[in-house]
T-cell receptor, first 110, second 117 residues
Framework: DAKTTQPNSMESNEEEPVHLPCNHS???????IHWYRQLPSQGPEYVIH???SNVNNRMASLAIAEDRKSSTLILHRATLRDAAVYYC???????????FGKGTRLHILP | GAVVSQHPSWVICKSGTSVKIECRSL??????MFWYRQFPKQSLMLMAT?????????EQGVEKDKFLINHASLTLSTLTVTSAHPEDSSFYIC?????????????FGQGTRLTVV
């Protein structure tokens, strides 16, 4: 499985932007970069995904490095409800498995 | 997004009994379903993958006779923990996706917390 590296935990103040980094130096050409998050005592939820270009949706933005070896999930204005574990996952479009790493535990300070 | 529902949300059972957990896709046909287990403060661990009408494929180290998976329809998969023991206490999560295409998303249930006493 292609692997990703994320910081174990991060803190951010409420109403400020949050940049969650992810390194994936062994990414292959067919791997999509996916982000999921898991709120306490809940199942994971999809956040965003991309291949090469930066992506925006109502939840977040995904900035992908030009060499695709790293990416950053951007929460533009963090709220207390964004406190969760964020997982950066590589998925080959031909492979249906989602393998979770340790993720980044995001703490939001009021 | 699509909705995946798990039932029950939590269950307590006696050691030695069996417990069945249901996973339903409410608004799409789930060609493939995945079952995960998560211990406290740890990440999700994939247990098995099931395709509708086929036998499940189990990950290495997961006992197929202990964790019975049935995926009889395109909207329902069940996980039965047989002869449960306290070490089986965990958070069980299912995921479902439609027909594999370019980047087909998977959607997750809310999880089932199993406590074996």
């Amino acid at each position: 499985d292609a692997k990703t590296t994320q910081p174990n935990s991060m803190e951010s103040n409420e109403e400020e932007p949050v940049h969650l980094p992810c390194n994936h130096s062994t990414i292959s050409g067919t791997d999509y970069i996916h982000w999921y998050r898991q709120l306490p005592s809940q199942g994971p939820e999809y956040v965003i995904h991309g291949l090469t270009s930066n992506v925006n949706n109502r939840m977040a933005s995904l900035a992908i490095a030009e060499d695709r070896k790293s990416s950053t999930l951007i929460l533009h204005r963090a709220t207390l409800r964004d406190a969760a574990v964020y997982y950066c996952i590589l998925r080959d479009r031909r492979d249906d498995k989602i393998i979770f790493g340790k993720g980044t535990r995001l703490h939001i300070l009021p | 997004g699509a909705v995946v529902s798990q039932h029950p949300s939590w269950v307590i059972c006696k050691s030695g009994t069996s417990v069945k957990i249901e996973c339903r896709s409410l608004d799409f046909q789930a060609t493939t379903m995945f079952w995960y287990r998560q211990f406290p403060k740890q990440s999700l661990m994939l247990m098995a993958t099931s395709n509708e009408g086929s036998k499940a494929t189990y990950e290495q180290g997961v006992e197929k006779d202990k964790f019975l998976i049935n995926h009889a329809s395109l909207t329902l998969s069940t996980l039965t923990v047989t002869s449960a023991h306290p070490e089986d206490s965990s958070f069980y999560i299912c995921s479902a996706r439609g027909k594999l295409g370019v980047n087909t998303e998977a959607f997750f249930g809310q999880g089932t917390r199993l406590t074996v006493v």
